[in-house]
């Protein structure tokens, strides 16, 4: 049996819904919930694209019964008051993008965030949408960069939801911005401030996480957005070839990865006698684990054991307001299109309650 709206009705007010991604997080820096969550995220084949059956024993068998106690540790050193840093950024950046597309859209909108692992899930982003009345739905997964492993992974779980569904929603995705102007410029924005608070360091680092060399080889183009993204803030800054560079990082398990690797970079860099780095990661809309804990705090570290200086970790574009600008304006790019609502609908938003009893007396109300 498929599912419906509750107390669906024939002359609902239509609405549009757009849900708001992001990867996941644990529900807790403890072994417990990150076993959960990690069991979750990479039972996930977009994620590791290897033999089932082989990776399910390895996983179970040996990973999991190992990194959940490891992982649980690095979260606890960034865990904050409201929880994992990944998820009340996406809580504030929601919030900021609902009250910018109520203000600039004439018919009703409901914003809600959804993670593709752990809480609050896609199914429940979805189910809340439809029961606020979302007959169109955008999807929009806040990664700047296409990966399959990212928003590939996250429209699986939006189209298992929806295929459980008996009235399932118009719907458009967005796939990627990683050139979008205004991205780029808030990316700029942001090297500028911190150029101006603390001077220039002799390099900038362009970290992004990393992926098997092989999904690369077999076609995903997220490498390849990645350079682009870096190239057009270098050249917005106006940056000489010397002055930057691009590294993957977040390597994970024996394979090769997209290189050259942030940590190796890093380490060299030291040793060569750099004093001062800079270091930004444009594919992380918010900072999370493998920005604080991993660049801010590991490569750091690298940096200065290894005979450098102080590595800068330039924050996130997180919830700053031209940030939040652009999303919505993409978000607003996105909907266009959409034929508009008819005359009878546009009055019933006016007034839905004489919409409802008109419903009823056609024997419409079920
Ligand atoms: C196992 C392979 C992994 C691939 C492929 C991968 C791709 C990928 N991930 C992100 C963004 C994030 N990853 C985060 C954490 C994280 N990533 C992996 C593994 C792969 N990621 C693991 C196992 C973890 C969990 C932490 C750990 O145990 O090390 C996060 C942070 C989440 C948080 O809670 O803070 C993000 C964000 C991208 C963009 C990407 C490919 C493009
Ligand atoms: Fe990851
Ligand atoms: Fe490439």
């Known amino acids: 049996m498929y599912s419906s709206k509750p107390n669906a009705h024939h002359d609902d007010v ?36 290897i033999n089932r059956p082989l990776w ?85 997964p806040l990664y700047p960069q296409y990966s399959a492993t990212t928003v590939g992974s996250t429209y699986d779980a939006v189209f298992d939801e929806l295929k459980k569904w008996r009235v399932i929603p118009e719907l458009r995705l967005i796939g990627q911005y990683h050139d979008d102007p205004q991205y780029i410029e808030s990316l700029a924005n942001t ?67 997209l290189q050259p690797y942030t940590d190796e ?21 918010a900072d999370c684990l493998e920005t604080l804990e991993e660049i801010e705090g590991e490569n750091a570290e690298i940096f200065e054991e290894n005979g450098g200086g102080e590595l800068r970790y330039i924050r996130a574009l997180n919830a700053r307001p031209d940030h939040l600008d652009m999303l919505t304006n993409l978000a607003i790019d996105h909907l266009q299109g959409w034929p508009e609502a008819s005359p009878e609908v546009l009055r019933n938003r006016r007034d839905p309650k004489a919409t409802r009893e008109r419903a009823k007396a056609m024997g419409c109300d079920y």
């Open 265 to 285: 970079t890093v380490k060299s860099l030291a040793e060569s006698g750099m004093k001062k780095l800079d270091v930004i990661c444009p594919g992380f809309s």
């Open 56 to 140: 399910w024993l390895l996983l179970h068998g040996v990973i999991l019964r190992t990194r959940p106690k490891k992982s649980a540790a690095a979260y606890a050193e960034v865990w904050e008051e409201g929880g994992s840093p990944l998820l009340t950024i996406g809580k504030e950046q929601t919030e900021g993008i609902a009250t910018r597309l109520a203000e600039r859209l004439d018919g009703p909108v409901s914003v809600e965030l959804a993670m593709r692992y752990g809480n609050p899930s896609i199914r429940d982003g979805l189910r809340k949408l439809r029961e606020a009345g979302a007959e169109r739905i955008l999807v929009m």
């Open 14 to 49: 239509p609405r549009l819904g757009v849900l708001v991604t992001n990867l996941g997080t644990p529900d807790a820096p403890t072994a417990p919930a990150l076993r959960r969550y990690l069991a979750e995220f990479l039972g996930d084949p977009r994620v590791v694209e």
């Open 191 to 257: 090297i500028r401030e911190h150029w101006e608070a603390h001077g220039k360091a002799e390099k900038m680092l362009f970290s992004f996480h990393g992926m098997p060399r092989r999904y690369l080889l077999n076609g995903d183009f997220y490498h390849c957005q990645c350079q682009k993204t870096a190239r057009l803030v270098a050249e917005r800054l106006g940056m000489d070839d010397g002055e930057w560079q691009v590294t993957f990082q977040s390597l994970f398990g024996r394979e090769v990865w």
